[in-house]
């Protein structure tokens, strides 16, 4: 329900850099103590999880484009109906079409990231990410507003994919999951800060309120480039292995047939020819609709099909964005292990099953009985979302070819973009059209896709040998 963004050892990104964000466990040992235990308080390890250089320059610009990015998701609906005056079936068309949009480009932006500069790539393609947003100001009816969203969906999917490929190159092993849960988290405080300000123009309710606050969106997209530009050079892709040169009968080089030879061995380390990877983003990928539980099944069935108070929509989501801040970094940790990736994928099957049939026990019970199972089962499912999470950054990482590493992050987030395309229609089709029968098949998709995934995690440990 909450934002899906944004481990061992050192980062891989320059011998000088220290790799105090690598592990929590190595930043409690370093952290000063506080009076009287001689643990490290709070503040210096909060401190310590960011040392890293390149994790704080994408923490503190995450935190400023996040607000932003909070701001718009409070007022998007409201404003496309009160202020352009669209249709709700046109506002879900809209929506719909930005989301689709954002599959093909989620693997476009991993694609340019292994052939361009990931940075300047990242800096132009939020740019033009805020650009964007500030255009919604001008968008008058439905073809203007679909072809605005369809261009910001498009670039901020591609955006994700080349900070994931970032974060696959900047740092190695429990590094890079810790790197991905630490920006999960400053997303989600973000998202709930810029909610905060979104609602002054939910108040004043005016159209000009609505557009000064979708421009102030934009601009804090663009206060973020301010940190982005301190990326170092090293996060960008390495030189590919270059193939042997073929040389003529007469000792010379054959130009041409070298570089047919180069793109051959480039294209042996696509992730479309590596059968397991394209199995574990289809897996996350089906995994990953249980955000559209949270956004839509959920809300539905609460204010539709149990007796429990429409407020506690929003305890839900409050309490599901409480979860992951404050367990997702530390659930994380250790999931660059293949056994431990698989193990919390499993648990997060079985968690997330069992929260489908508790939502679907709620409808037809008292009140008070239908508020507590609902949060019963919101616990579970956050739990599972968290869990779910830290499995699949782990595996995302670990199972790429390095060689390839923008492309392989590219063809995983567009499973996810897939599944978020995906999920309303499928939660609408069966929990809320079949009711308890629905939830039991949603309960056994997201158990069949999480052991999938357990077991896909548990054969690559075994063929590397630490199975």
């Known amino acids: 329900m909450s934002s899906s963004t944004d481990t061992g050892t050192v980062p891989i990104i320059d011998p000088e850099l220290e790799g105090a964000a690598a592990s929590v466990d190595e930043a409690d040992a370093a952290a000063p103590g506080t009076p009287g235990d001689g643990r490290p308080g709070l503040g210096a390890r909060l401190a310590a999880s960011v040392a890293d250089p390149v994790l704080r320059i994408l923490v503190t610009a995450t935190l400023i484009s996040r607000v932003g990015r909070g701001v718009f998701l409070t007022v998007t609906v409201l404003y496309f109906t009160l202020i352009v005056g669209l249709a709700p079936h046109e506002v879900a068309i809209v929506l719909g079409v930005a989301s689709a949009a954002g599959v093909l480009s989620s693997l476009a932006g991993g694609w340019l990231a292994d052939r361009l500069s990931a940075r300047r790539l990242l800096l132009v393609l939020t740019t033009l990410e ?160 249980q955000f559209g539980v949270g956004e839509v099944g959920v809300p539905l069935w609460i204010a539709n099909e149990t007796a429990a108070p429409e407020v506690l929509v929003a305890a839900v989501l409050i309490l599901n964005t409480v979860i992951v801040i404050i367990f997702q970094v530390p659930l994380s940790r250790g999931t660059h292990d293949l056994r431990r990736a698989g193990r919390v994928s499993a648990i997060a099957a079985w968690l ?4 489908c049939l508790v939502y679907a026990a709620a409808a037809g019970l008292p009140a008070g009985f239908a508020i507590a199972i609902i949060v019963l089962a919101a616990v579970a499912h956050a739990f599972a979302e968290v869990l779910s999470q830290a499995g699949g950054w782990g595996l995302s990482f670990e199972l790429a070819d390095p060689v390839r590493a923008g492309t392989y992050q590219g063809v995983f987030s567009m499973g996810y973009s897939l599944g978020a395309m995906v999920a309303p229609l499928f939660v609408t089709s069966t929990a809320l059209s079949l009711g308890f029968g629905g939830w039991a098949i949603l309960a056994g998709v997201f158990l069949a896709s999480g052991l999938g995934t357990w077991a896909i995690a548990r054969g690559a440990a075994r063929s590397s040998g630490v199975g």
């Open 130 to 289: 805020a650009i964007g947003l500030i255009c919604y100001v001008f968008a008058g009816d439905f073809t203007s507003a679909l072809i605005i969203a369809v261009a910001v969906g498009a670039i901020g999917q591609a955006t994700n994919s080349t900070r994931m490929a970032i974060i696959a190159r900047a740092f190695e092993g429990d590094a890079r999951v810790h790197a991905r849960a630490v920006l999960r988290t400053v997303t989600n405080l973000a998202i709930a800060v810029g909610s905060g300000i979104g609602a002054i123009a939910l108040l004043a309710g005016t159209a000009d309120a609505y557009r000064w606050i979708i421009v102030g969106a934009g601009v804090m997209y663009l206060l973020g480039l301010v940190q982005l530009v301190k990326l170092p050079a090293s996060v960008d892709a390495p030189r590919p292995p270059a193939a042997p040169p073929i040389t003529t009968e007469t000792g010379s080089t054959d130009v041409a047939a070298s570089a047919v030879a180069e793109r051959r061995a480039l294209r042996r380390h696509s992730p479309w020819r590596d059968p397991r990877y394209l199995a574990l983003t289809a897996l996350t990928a089906v995994f990953g609709m």
């Open 352 to 355: 997330m099953a069992a929260a």
